[in-house]
């Protein structure tokens, strides 16, 4: 048994230290790829400068293409996948449903809903804590209709979560309607299906933040986590305080959700897709789970970005029809392998 | 370790499930929770679990008072196994039996599990004999293994007290009989008492020290099986005839049961309510057919 056992370590070692690698080569890598072209001796010029190492000269041009415009876009990208695909992580496992995804369930369309309503009063300073607010009441209404009329099932919560992310998507999108003037069909665009174009440092700081701060809160709780494989009985009688556990995991989530809605707008399926992936690499304990997956939604979302910037360059999508085109076989296989009593 | 429940009663939205229960169970037993079913059996286990509280009354394990237990606390004290029990992800044998170390983990460190688990939870399977099993995965053990390693989850948490909720539902005869095997075996030399809750009244007086039988929410009788399973209160309780009788091989008592009398409806009164049940168009029809035979 030991020997199995140090054999996995060895192995989720690997993985792990493998997904970093990768998110820094994907990271480098799409920095360099864009309109104009940057080398990747370049981009470590750049950034080293900034920091204030010694590093290779690099001219004004490239330097301000470097570092004001991608490097942000990229790292806001991976601190947004990061969080989505941790936020979907705990959902799934504390409210023990496969479908659980901070897109589906309605928070991301809720926290856009909080966002917009702040820009157009012209408080964007309050940008992140009503995208928050808006996640929160957006989780609150989920559950709250899913819970009508019986316990909460799987498919009850994504109901819900879609009658919940119409009305806020609509209640978005008649806000801009009503108040912009020009453009407003691409800042809605961007808002509903999700877009890192717009990224400045200061959306790096939020997101960043809030990965940090609220993520490693979650890792901590991955015991605990661990404990409501079986329900909530169970986590009860393994000496977890559910309800406490329950809130204080899902108010996380609102947290890092509203954050990432703030800088990126609604970026679905990264939350489903990440945690059913890596759980098929190193299974289903949390303390091996979690860090991964931050790193793989990372790695996903910006390399999706870099696709949606460039396939039909010079024109960009917003990167969440990349992660639908791909998220949505993924749910279907999900359903396809969801059987019985998990809908009943 | 003992349990005595003091005048212990609970509601939900109003409706009482458990009214002024008051009971010692010794301390080392194997005890049944008998009573058909709504009784309050599953209730009362989530209540000696602490997952409850007491509306009124008190319940003590050993020296405790469960219901104010920190929740952690009462995890290292008692187990619970839970009804038809299904994880929601992919979890293989060794990950289930590890769950039953998670009320020994504290602090920020500690979450990241304690040198002794891996062991602990190596001895737990093989003490239910499922060390072979380790590395299958949950979904693919049948019913009766699947038992047999909560009960290792339950061992892994190290317990004065293990609670079994039906733990032999959906089992067939001969998983029934190793698990209750299991159980007694388990219970008594290390300072575990077991209480299971059981529908099967034969299972209780072969294996349990002490039986508890509810009804409606009240303790209707305590004790040995031999004392509390009498025809007559069996009749009480669930409403249906029955004989106790020795088990020709070590004699233990042996419950055999018939319908009431009251189950069987004189045939002729039902045959002829049957009749009167025709659907009257195939009546009318009937008649209508012979009423053109005749004019033709």
Redesign the interface.
Known sequence: ??Q??NARRAGYAGWLAGAIGGLLVACAVAVTIGPADVSLAEVVASITTHLGLPGGEVDVLTDSIVWQLRLPRVLTAAAVGAGLALSGAVMQ?IT???LADPYLLGLSSGASLGAVCVVILGLSFALPAAAFLGALAALFATLSIARVGGAITPARAVLSGLAIAQLAAAGTSFIIFWSAKGDSYREILNWLLGSVAGATWTSVAVSASALLLVGTFIV?????L??????D??A??????VNATRWALLGGVALLTGAMVSVSGAIGFVGLILPHLV?GLV???H?RLLPLVAVMGAIFLVTADTVARTLFDPRELPVGIITAFIGVPVFILLIKRMRGSAWA | MGVILDSVSFAIDGQAILSTVSARIPDGAVVGLLGPNGAGKSTLLRLIAGIEAPDAGTIRVGDSDVAALPRRDAARLIALLEQNASPGVDLSVEQVVLLGRIPHRTGVLGSFGGPDDQRVAAEALASVGAESLADRAWHTLSGGQQQRVQIARALAQQPALLLLDEPTNHLDVSAQLSLMSLVRHQVGPAGLTAIAALHDLNLAAAYCDHVLLLNAGRLVAAGPPREVLQPSTISDVYGVEADVIPHPRDGHPVIVFSEPAAYFPSPFPARAAKSSLRPPDTDSMTARASRTEDET
């Open positions: 048994m030991r199995r056992r496992s023990r449903n496969p901590l709780a991955a015991t605990r661990d404990a409501f494989a079986f329900g009985t169970a009860a009688s393994l000496g977890v305080n759980r299974g289903p304990g303390r």
